[in-house]
């Protein structure tokens, strides 16, 4: 299990400088009062949201409502500029060593994948365990083989990115985010890229994921997984959080117009 | 909860928070600022004094020059020369009216939406050379010649350029074809001809033009010095042009290729009229590459005894009548060459964005 | 025989209409004029040649040159061979290319990289460098480092001093020359041994990097170790080294190392060219990494030097060295440009002066060709094989 002795050391290390209140877990993700603008656009508006340890979150929303936008803030991607952002007890500010440690903490998976295309995929997903976590080559392997062989393609780990399809592409990456062994994880529409015969093992994978425990934050259109696992499905429209309700009361009695109108788009297709 | 009319915190952008953004970000940042700036600093405001504030504009010969300044008055004078070479004053109205043609037939291109202005493009790639070529040498339609040997300066630039990027053009195309062809000999020759000429400098090739070329031909037959060196800039830049085409022709889909072949075109008209087309268009903007590195070698004639722009201001800064000019001569050089090239690689950017979102949408 | 067989299948086309004929034919037809004009050709020159009094053949590489060069790095006078001639050219000409490689690469990286910079300042100074430059003739900016820079240098006796040692005046730039003495042999072998110790330290730290993840600060310390350990034996050794310093001897300087104001012109401006050109493939070829890869690299928790170092830079290489290598071959092939200030290289010597003398035109130019041809061969060659080793594999 990686070298959890002198991570613990450094995480807290930072934490107690970033903050004071420890103790009582209120929350592992909390966002309060956060907004962001590009240039005068206000992207995102008042967002508060707080995360318990083991939650799965769907976000879902039309297009260009700050989905993306809001998960990308919370491992720092992009910049907040008012308001809070506290992951597993640390606050992002411009500090860097605190940005470092939340993304240490916090994996992501892209709508188009971003393998590295010059490492094989083995590589990929050695890379960050060895040179952040500092595990030695041989851990580094054995570990990657197993989250390989737990999203189903360890016969590829020899084979470049570039050689594999789109969805064993998507897994691939899943398994590189894992390797890190994160406390989080984030999705940005992982399926969206993906052939619809694809989808399905993305999927089959994210909900094994999800029934393991993990702490998971999806931007997804994918209303079916919604369903299935998620705690809470997150409507967002114009960077604002319009609706928020566990996903029995979200699809079968939204309370906003604006969702009303959403779900009744995304269901007529 | 309606549109929000919050405004981002750090809104308003006063100079000092963009210098803190944009120079002194971090330690280094500032350090480089500093270092830079101050080299900038010094180096710019002696630089404007010399060519400028004390330089001289006016007068008649070098006593008027003061020597604290640029002493622009020897361009001035010599301008003629610069741009003519030895073409006798009286009859450089034909050339004026080539300058006059080449302007009308090629600014047009760098305005949008001027009027049929890919006819104008044509007309200076083929009306414009046969007006010249009875123009310039003359000897005909009761015009007087002047000899090859007196055409020099910026107008000789312009000859060698155009003549060898129009001349290669064609040369181009069939070596591209032949190094695409099926024919493994066609195929070979064409590679061995590409590659032999891509290899050497431009230099050797001049010098094996103005040496060996006589050597070649049949005795009591010849070329003049000018001819020659076109002869071998435009063998040397049509190894060139070709790989450019065959980039263009590359990048044409085989389903191109195999519709014209399914609608029964012979290998002539499948390249004429289907795929020459679209990868000549595809390859403009390499084209306009390669011309503006031709037009900044076409300098090199000046070693095989040929006036080029830079040859006449070359053979006049060592001029004893006047001092020192050698930095202003060169400095007018590099002001004309840098005008052409930098604004034809501007328009080449452009034509390549705008090639780059055609094929996307 | 071939139309023989073509005619007696049943359905076969008229042989004029079978592709294959026609383009035998065509073959045929290309080879057969290749072959009238290169007759043509050896002909007409043979016959000129003859009626001009000059001798054929590779003989003239014996005969004696008969004139001074005024640098070489082959020992060289002037009752040497034509022979020894190409290769004062060849080598000098390899000389001035080595070290425009060098200065351009270093100075095109640093350009490019400051392109990308996020201080306005210095973004906007590299883009000016670069657009200033590369519209520029190359001969011209030869021309303005010799004539106008180097050649208004005072002469010899106003020399520029630099602390006493170094001088630089309109005969070129002199600079002391280390002499080794006795003891120097300790600083070799100490310099020798950091060598290897540096190798050893690499390898133990992977290794050790393989085993328990802990990852050594391997550059720092053999920086540290490549400087300590021969500054410690040249001290310990008594500092056995001594510089002939230039003096001023006549009208000009004598002892040290001279470097000619033809090299130095013609060094400058090839490298400040080049760099320029190279600072544009830099560039673009950091752009072309993606912002996802950052982006991902980043989302793993690599920092930002190792996002660089790991990602960034083995796939913007991938993209910048196949234009740098042609660069490198541009360089090379404008070096030629020698000739028209007087730097005696290949093309200066060999293709200038030795084919004045003996005018054996169609020798001397093929030998010149096959010396560039080769170069450029090789590297291509060389180019391809890294293209295979490195491409990124696709399905
Ligand atoms: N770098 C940027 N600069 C300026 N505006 C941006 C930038 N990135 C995103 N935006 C704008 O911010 C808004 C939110 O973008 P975001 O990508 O978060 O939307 P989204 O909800 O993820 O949409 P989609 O479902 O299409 O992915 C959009 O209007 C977009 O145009
Ligand atoms: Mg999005």
Known sequence: MGNPMTEQTQTSEVKSSAQGETGKNPGIIRVEGMHKWYGDFHVLKDLNLTVKQGERIVICGPSGSGKSTFIRCINRLEEHQQGKIIVDNVELTDDIRHIDTVRREVGMVFQHFNLFPHLTVLENCCLSPIWVRKVPRKEAEASAMEYLERVKIPDQAHKFPGQLSGGQQQRVAIARALCMKPKIMLFDEPTSALDPEMIKEVLDVMIELAGSGMTMLCVTHEMGFAKTVADRVIFMDGGEIVEEAPPHDFFSNPQEARTQQFLKQILAH | MTESTMKPPKKALTPVKWMREHLFSTWYNSLLTVVVGYLVVTSVGPLLNWALFDANFQGADASDCSGAGACWLFISQRLNFFIYGFYPDELQWRVDIMFLLLAVAFVPQFIERFPGRKWFGIFGMTGLPVIGYFLIPGGNFGLETVESTKWGGLMLTLILAYIGILASLPIGVLLALGRRSEMPIIRGLSVVFIEVWRAVPLITVLFMASVMLPLFLPEGMNFEKLMRALIGITLWQSAYMAEVIRGGLQAIPRGQYEAADALGLGYWKKMGLVVLPQALKLVIPGIVNTFISLFKDTTLVLIIGLFDVLGTVQSTVTDPAWQNVAVEGYVFVAFCFWIFCFGISRYSQNLERKLDTGHKT | ?395
């Open chain 3, 1 to 395: 025989m071939k139309k023989q067989t073509i005619d007696s299948k049943p359905a076969g086309p008229k042989p004029w209409y079978d592709p294959r004929v026609r383009s035998l034919f065509f073959q045929i037809l290309a080879i057969a004029a290749v072959f009238w004009a290169g007759w043509t050709l050896v002909e007409n020159t043979l016959s000129n040649m003859e009626s001009r009094g000059i001798s054929t053949g590779f003989g003239f590489l014996d005969e004696t040159a008969g004139f001074g060069i005024i640098m070489s790095l082959v020992p060289y006078d002037s009752t040497m061979s034509y022979g020894r001639t190409f290769w004062v050219g060849l080598t000098n000409t390899l000389l001035v290319s080595a070290m425009g490689i060098i200065a351009a690469t270093l100075l095109g990286f640093i350009i490019g990289v400051a392109r990308l910079s996020s201080n306005w300042l210095v973004a906007k100074v590299s883009l000016f460098y670069i657009e200033v430059i590369r519209n520029i003739p190359l001969l011209l900016q030869i021309f303005f480092w010799y004539f106008a820079v180097l050649g208004a240098l005072p002469s010899p006796r106003q020399s520029i001093e630099v602390g006493g040692t170094m001088f630089l005046n309109n005969r070129g730039l002199y600079v002391p020359e280390p002499l080794t003495q006795d003891g120097f042999g300790l600083v070799w072998g100490a310099l020798l041994f950091a060598i290897a110790a540096v190798v050893g330290i690499r390898t133990w730290a992977k290794k050790r990097q393989l085993a328990t993840g802990q990852i050594f600060p391997t550059f720092k310390v053999s920086v540290a170790i490549l400087v300590v350990l021969p500054v410690l034996a040249y001290f310990i050794a008594g500092s056995p080294l001594e510089w002939d310093v230039p003096a001023l001897k006549g009208f000009n300087f004598g002892g040290g190392i001279t470097i000619i104001p033809e090299l130095a012109a013609l060094w400058l401006a090839l490298s400040l060219y080049t760099a320029s050109f190279i600072a544009e493939i830099v560039r673009s070829g950091i752009l072309s990494v993606s912002k996802g890869q950052t982006e991902a690299s980043k989302a793993l928790g690599l920092p930002n030097g190792l996002t660089l170092r790991l990602v960034v830079i083995p796939q913007a290489m991938r993209v910048i060295i196949p234009p740098l290598t042609s660069q490198y071959l541009n360089l090379a092939k404008n070096s030629s440009l020698a000739t028209a200030i007087g730097y005696p290289d290949l093309v200066a010597v060999f293709m200038g002066t030795t084919l004045n003398q003996t005018g054996q035109a169609v020798e001397v130019v093929a030998i010149t060709m096959a010396v560039y041809l080769t170069i450029s061969l090789s590297i291509s060659l060389l180019m391809n094989i890294y293209n295979r080793a490195v491409a990124i594999k696709e399905r």
